[in-house]
Protein backbone atom coordinates (compact mmCIF):
# COMPACT_ATOMS: atom_id res chain seq x y z
CA UNK A 1 0.00 0.00 0.00
CA UNK A 2 1.07 3.59 -1.11
CA UNK A 3 2.12 5.69 2.47
CA UNK A 4 2.86 9.33 2.46
CA UNK A 5 3.68 10.78 6.13
CA UNK A 6 4.97 14.32 6.18
CA UNK A 7 6.41 15.32 9.59
CA UNK A 8 7.55 19.38 10.04
CA UNK A 9 8.75 21.27 12.93
CA UNK A 10 9.69 24.79 12.76
CA UNK A 11 11.30 27.22 15.15
CA UNK A 12 10.38 31.14 14.53
CA UNK A 13 12.14 34.02 16.85
CA UNK A 14 10.52 37.05 15.01
CA UNK A 15 10.65 40.92 15.31
CA UNK A 16 7.60 41.85 13.21
CA UNK A 17 9.27 44.89 10.80
CA UNK A 18 6.11 45.47 8.78
CA UNK A 19 3.80 48.83 8.72
CA UNK A 20 1.42 47.07 11.26
CA UNK A 21 4.57 46.52 13.98
CA UNK A 22 7.17 48.48 13.92
CA UNK A 23 10.36 47.17 14.72
CA UNK A 24 11.15 47.00 18.49
CA UNK A 25 15.02 48.71 18.59
CA UNK A 26 15.07 52.21 17.54
CA UNK A 27 18.73 53.18 16.80
CA UNK A 28 17.75 57.06 16.60
CA UNK A 29 15.22 59.05 17.78
CA UNK A 30 14.57 63.17 17.37
CA UNK A 31 11.40 64.85 16.87
CA UNK A 32 10.78 64.92 12.79
CA UNK A 33 13.26 61.11 12.23
CA UNK A 34 13.24 58.00 13.39
CA UNK A 35 15.27 55.15 12.58
CA UNK A 36 14.76 51.57 13.84
CA UNK A 37 16.15 48.01 12.92
CA UNK A 38 14.37 44.47 13.24
CA UNK A 39 15.28 40.76 12.48
CA UNK A 40 13.19 37.97 11.60
CA UNK A 41 14.63 34.32 11.50
CA UNK A 42 13.70 31.10 10.80
CA UNK A 43 14.08 27.64 10.41
CA UNK A 44 12.63 24.42 9.41
CA UNK A 45 12.76 20.18 8.96
CA UNK A 46 10.51 18.35 6.96
CA UNK A 47 10.78 14.47 6.52
CA UNK A 48 8.29 12.72 3.87
CA UNK A 49 8.05 9.26 3.20
CA UNK A 50 6.91 7.61 -0.05
CA UNK A 51 6.81 10.98 -1.84
CA UNK A 52 4.41 10.94 -4.94
CA UNK A 53 2.84 7.38 -3.74
CA UNK A 54 6.14 6.22 -3.78
CA UNK A 55 7.11 7.24 -7.43
CA UNK A 56 9.28 9.96 -6.21
CA UNK A 57 10.58 13.25 -6.43
CA UNK A 58 10.47 14.78 -9.81
CA UNK A 59 13.43 17.16 -10.07
CA UNK A 60 12.50 20.36 -11.54
CA UNK A 61 16.09 20.73 -12.69
CA UNK A 62 16.68 17.85 -14.55
CA UNK A 63 13.38 16.08 -14.63
CA UNK A 64 14.83 12.96 -13.15
CA UNK A 65 13.41 11.26 -10.35
CA UNK A 66 14.92 11.47 -6.93
CA UNK A 67 14.17 8.56 -4.16
CA UNK A 68 11.19 9.19 -2.41
CA UNK A 69 12.54 9.28 1.10
CA UNK A 70 12.66 12.73 1.88
CA UNK A 71 14.63 14.81 4.81
CA UNK A 72 15.28 18.75 4.06
CA UNK A 73 16.10 21.54 6.49
CA UNK A 74 15.59 25.70 5.73
CA UNK A 75 16.91 28.62 7.96
CA UNK A 76 17.04 31.95 7.26
CA UNK A 77 17.53 35.66 8.72
CA UNK A 78 15.73 38.49 7.73
CA UNK A 79 17.79 41.85 9.16
CA UNK A 80 15.71 45.22 8.43
CA UNK A 81 16.20 48.63 8.84
CA UNK A 82 13.54 51.57 8.50
CA UNK A 83 13.21 54.97 8.70
CA UNK A 84 11.24 58.26 8.11
CA UNK A 85 11.45 61.71 8.42
CA UNK A 86 8.52 64.83 8.91
CA UNK A 87 8.63 67.47 7.27
CA UNK A 88 6.29 70.46 9.01
CA UNK A 89 4.50 71.15 5.46
CA UNK A 90 5.17 68.56 2.71
CA UNK A 91 4.72 65.24 5.00
CA UNK A 92 6.83 62.39 5.55
CA UNK A 93 9.42 60.94 3.85
CA UNK A 94 10.24 57.21 4.17
CA UNK A 95 12.96 54.36 3.66
CA UNK A 96 12.94 50.70 4.06
CA UNK A 97 16.08 48.44 3.73
CA UNK A 98 15.52 44.64 4.34
CA UNK A 99 18.19 41.68 3.16
CA UNK A 100 17.74 37.83 3.07
CA UNK A 101 19.64 35.51 3.92
CA UNK A 102 18.29 31.47 3.23
CA UNK A 103 19.69 28.44 2.64
CA UNK A 104 18.68 24.28 2.15
CA UNK A 105 20.28 21.48 2.67
CA UNK A 106 19.68 17.54 3.08
CA UNK A 107 17.70 15.99 0.37
CA UNK A 108 15.96 18.76 -1.08
CA UNK A 109 12.01 19.39 -0.81
CA UNK A 110 9.73 17.06 -1.57
CA UNK A 111 8.55 18.69 -4.23
CA UNK A 112 12.03 18.72 -6.24
CA UNK A 113 12.35 22.35 -6.66
CA UNK A 114 15.42 22.53 -4.72
CA UNK A 115 18.18 19.79 -3.98
CA UNK A 116 19.25 20.52 -0.42
CA UNK A 117 22.35 22.41 -1.36
CA UNK A 118 21.17 26.15 -2.44
CA UNK A 119 22.38 29.53 -0.35
CA UNK A 120 21.98 32.83 -1.70
CA UNK A 121 22.14 36.65 0.26
CA UNK A 122 20.15 38.89 -1.13
CA UNK A 123 18.30 42.29 -0.99
CA UNK A 124 14.85 42.35 -0.33
CA UNK A 125 12.63 45.34 0.23
CA UNK A 126 14.59 48.53 -0.94
CA UNK A 127 12.09 51.05 -1.12
CA UNK A 128 11.68 54.89 -1.10
CA UNK A 129 8.45 56.78 -0.60
CA UNK A 130 6.69 59.92 0.77
CA UNK A 131 3.17 60.27 2.59
CA UNK A 132 0.98 63.52 2.37
CA UNK A 133 0.95 63.50 6.40
CA UNK A 134 -1.80 67.02 6.55
CA UNK A 135 -0.85 68.56 3.13
CA UNK A 136 -4.30 67.33 2.42
CA UNK A 137 -6.57 68.23 5.76
CA UNK A 138 -9.77 67.44 3.91
CA UNK A 139 -8.86 63.90 2.62
CA UNK A 140 -7.40 62.93 6.23
CA UNK A 141 -3.75 62.25 7.50
CA UNK A 142 -1.85 60.85 5.15
CA UNK A 143 -4.23 60.50 2.56
CA UNK A 144 -1.91 59.69 -0.34
CA UNK A 145 1.15 57.38 -0.32
CA UNK A 146 3.55 56.87 -3.07
CA UNK A 147 6.24 54.43 -3.08
CA UNK A 148 8.89 53.13 -5.07
CA UNK A 149 11.65 50.37 -5.49
CA UNK A 150 11.40 46.52 -4.29
CA UNK A 151 8.33 46.06 -1.89
CA UNK A 152 6.39 43.83 -0.45
CA UNK A 153 2.21 44.40 -1.77
CA UNK A 154 -0.60 42.57 -1.02
CA UNK A 155 -4.34 42.75 -2.48
CA UNK A 156 -7.03 41.63 -0.15
CA UNK A 157 -5.74 38.23 1.59
CA UNK A 158 -3.19 37.53 -0.97
CA UNK A 159 -5.80 35.05 -3.24
CA UNK A 160 -4.23 37.09 -6.29
CA UNK A 161 -1.35 38.85 -5.49
CA UNK A 162 0.92 38.70 -2.80
CA UNK A 163 3.95 36.97 -3.16
CA UNK A 164 6.42 38.83 -5.87
CA UNK A 165 9.19 36.02 -5.17
CA UNK A 166 8.94 32.06 -5.39
CA UNK A 167 11.64 31.56 -3.26
CA UNK A 168 12.44 28.89 -5.97
CA UNK A 169 15.52 26.89 -7.02
CA UNK A 170 18.88 28.71 -5.88
CA UNK A 171 17.20 31.14 -3.49
CA UNK A 172 16.96 28.22 -0.96
CA UNK A 173 14.28 28.41 1.51
CA UNK A 174 11.26 26.83 -0.94
CA UNK A 175 9.30 26.47 1.99
CA UNK A 176 9.74 28.88 4.82
CA UNK A 177 9.27 31.76 2.02
CA UNK A 178 10.94 34.57 3.51
CA UNK A 179 10.81 36.63 0.79
CA UNK A 180 7.94 38.20 -0.68
CA UNK A 181 8.89 42.01 -2.70
CA UNK A 182 8.44 42.24 -6.09
CA UNK A 183 11.56 43.53 -7.71
CA UNK A 184 10.20 46.56 -9.38
CA UNK A 185 7.06 48.60 -8.04
CA UNK A 186 5.41 52.00 -7.88
CA UNK A 187 2.55 51.92 -5.60
CA UNK A 188 0.33 55.03 -5.21
CA UNK A 189 -2.21 54.44 -2.20
CA UNK A 190 -4.87 56.40 -1.44
CA UNK A 191 -7.27 56.19 1.88
CA UNK A 192 -10.18 58.78 1.88
CA UNK A 193 -12.07 56.55 4.68
CA UNK A 194 -14.16 54.34 3.96
CA UNK A 195 -13.19 54.22 0.31
CA UNK A 196 -8.73 53.43 -0.05
CA UNK A 197 -7.47 52.26 -3.21
CA UNK A 198 -3.94 51.47 -5.26
CA UNK A 199 -2.85 52.34 -8.48
CA UNK A 200 -0.16 49.86 -9.09
CA UNK A 201 2.78 48.77 -11.55
CA UNK A 202 4.60 45.28 -10.04
CA UNK A 203 7.70 43.34 -11.71
CA UNK A 204 7.78 39.76 -10.12
CA UNK A 205 10.76 37.63 -9.94
CA UNK A 206 12.40 35.40 -12.05
CA UNK A 207 10.23 32.40 -10.93
CA UNK A 208 7.24 34.28 -11.44
CA UNK A 209 8.67 34.78 -15.51
CA UNK A 210 9.73 38.09 -14.64
CA UNK A 211 6.11 38.78 -14.99
CA UNK A 212 4.97 43.04 -15.54
CA UNK A 213 1.66 44.24 -14.58
CA UNK A 214 -0.48 47.09 -13.38
CA UNK A 215 -3.37 47.81 -12.06
CA UNK A 216 -6.01 49.07 -10.07
CA UNK A 217 -7.56 47.77 -6.20
CA UNK A 218 -10.62 49.70 -4.92
CA UNK A 219 -12.03 48.66 -1.01
CA UNK A 220 -15.09 50.28 1.16
CA UNK A 221 -14.18 49.63 4.76
CA UNK A 222 -16.29 50.04 7.45
CA UNK A 223 -16.04 49.23 11.12
CA UNK A 224 -18.10 46.51 12.14
CA UNK A 225 -19.19 45.79 8.89
CA UNK A 226 -16.32 44.70 6.98
CA UNK A 227 -14.41 45.52 3.41
CA UNK A 228 -16.17 45.16 -0.22
CA UNK A 229 -13.47 45.28 -3.03
CA UNK A 230 -12.99 44.87 -6.17
CA UNK A 231 -9.30 45.08 -8.98
CA UNK A 232 -8.45 44.92 -12.51
CA UNK A 233 -4.80 43.94 -13.58
CA UNK A 234 -3.42 44.09 -16.64
CA UNK A 235 -0.04 41.72 -17.38
CA UNK A 236 2.17 43.46 -20.58
CA UNK A 237 5.47 41.50 -20.31
CA UNK A 238 6.47 38.53 -19.55
CA UNK A 239 9.22 35.74 -20.04
CA UNK A 240 6.84 32.98 -20.49
CA UNK A 241 9.46 30.44 -19.77
CA UNK A 242 6.87 28.63 -17.21
CA UNK A 243 3.43 30.40 -17.21
CA UNK A 244 1.26 32.12 -20.40
CA UNK A 245 0.88 35.50 -18.33
CA UNK A 246 1.92 37.67 -21.46
CA UNK A 247 -1.31 39.78 -22.53
CA UNK A 248 -3.40 38.31 -19.51
CA UNK A 249 -5.82 40.15 -17.75
CA UNK A 250 -7.74 40.09 -14.53
CA UNK A 251 -10.64 41.31 -12.95
CA UNK A 252 -11.68 40.69 -9.33
CA UNK A 253 -14.83 41.01 -6.71
CA UNK A 254 -14.08 40.69 -2.96
CA UNK A 255 -16.05 40.63 0.16
CA UNK A 256 -15.16 39.80 4.16
CA UNK A 257 -17.99 40.48 6.72
CA UNK A 258 -16.48 40.63 9.72
CA UNK A 259 -19.84 41.18 11.50
CA UNK A 260 -22.46 39.08 11.02
CA UNK A 261 -26.13 39.75 12.84
CA UNK A 262 -26.99 37.51 15.76
CA UNK A 263 -23.65 35.69 14.88
CA UNK A 264 -20.58 37.28 16.55
CA UNK A 265 -18.09 34.73 16.51
CA UNK A 266 -18.30 34.18 12.38
CA UNK A 267 -16.74 35.95 10.20
CA UNK A 268 -17.36 35.27 6.33
CA UNK A 269 -14.61 35.88 3.29
CA UNK A 270 -15.39 35.17 -0.62
CA UNK A 271 -13.41 36.36 -3.69
CA UNK A 272 -14.43 35.58 -7.56
CA UNK A 273 -11.79 36.29 -9.93
CA UNK A 274 -11.42 35.94 -14.54
CA UNK A 275 -8.87 36.09 -16.51
CA UNK A 276 -9.02 36.92 -19.70
CA UNK A 277 -7.43 38.51 -22.77
CA UNK A 278 -4.99 36.81 -25.45
CA UNK A 279 -1.36 35.41 -25.47
CA UNK A 280 0.63 33.30 -27.64
CA UNK A 281 -2.20 33.48 -29.91
CA UNK A 282 -4.51 31.56 -28.05
CA UNK A 283 -7.78 33.13 -25.99
CA UNK A 284 -7.44 33.47 -21.99
CA UNK A 285 -10.72 32.00 -20.29
CA UNK A 286 -10.40 30.85 -16.87
CA UNK A 287 -11.88 31.85 -13.07
CA UNK A 288 -11.74 31.19 -9.77
CA UNK A 289 -13.21 31.35 -6.52
CA UNK A 290 -13.00 30.47 -2.66
CA UNK A 291 -15.76 30.96 0.12
CA UNK A 292 -13.92 31.12 3.63
CA UNK A 293 -15.94 30.75 6.56
CA UNK A 294 -14.47 31.16 10.44
CA UNK A 295 -15.71 30.23 14.06
CA UNK A 296 -13.49 32.20 16.85
CA UNK A 297 -14.38 30.73 19.84
CA UNK A 298 -14.26 33.76 21.57
CA UNK A 299 -15.22 33.00 25.29
CA UNK A 300 -12.82 29.81 25.41
CA UNK A 301 -9.37 30.30 26.12
Known amino acids: MNRSVSVFLAGLATVLISDSALADMTIAKSKKAELSAGLEIGAFYGH ?4 NFGVGVLDFHSSQLRPPRVDQYEAYFKPALKGHVNTENHGTVYSRLSAVGAL ?6 AAGVT ?3 EEDIDLEELVFGWRSGNLTPTLGKD ?3 FSIGAQEFKIGDGFLVWDGNNDAFQDGAYWLIPRNA ?5 VLRFNTKPIRGDVFYLRADRDH ?7 LNVEYIKNKFGTIGGAYMNFF ?3 NSVMTRDGMQLADVRFKFDTIPYLPNVTFAGEYAKQFGETRGRDINAFGWHL ?3 YDFKNIP
Open 48 to 51: TENA
Open 104 to 109: SRGDGD
Open 115 to 117: RGS
Open 143 to 145: AID
Open 182 to 186: FEESA
Open 209 to 215: DRAQFAG
Open 237 to 239: DAE
Open 292 to 294: TGR
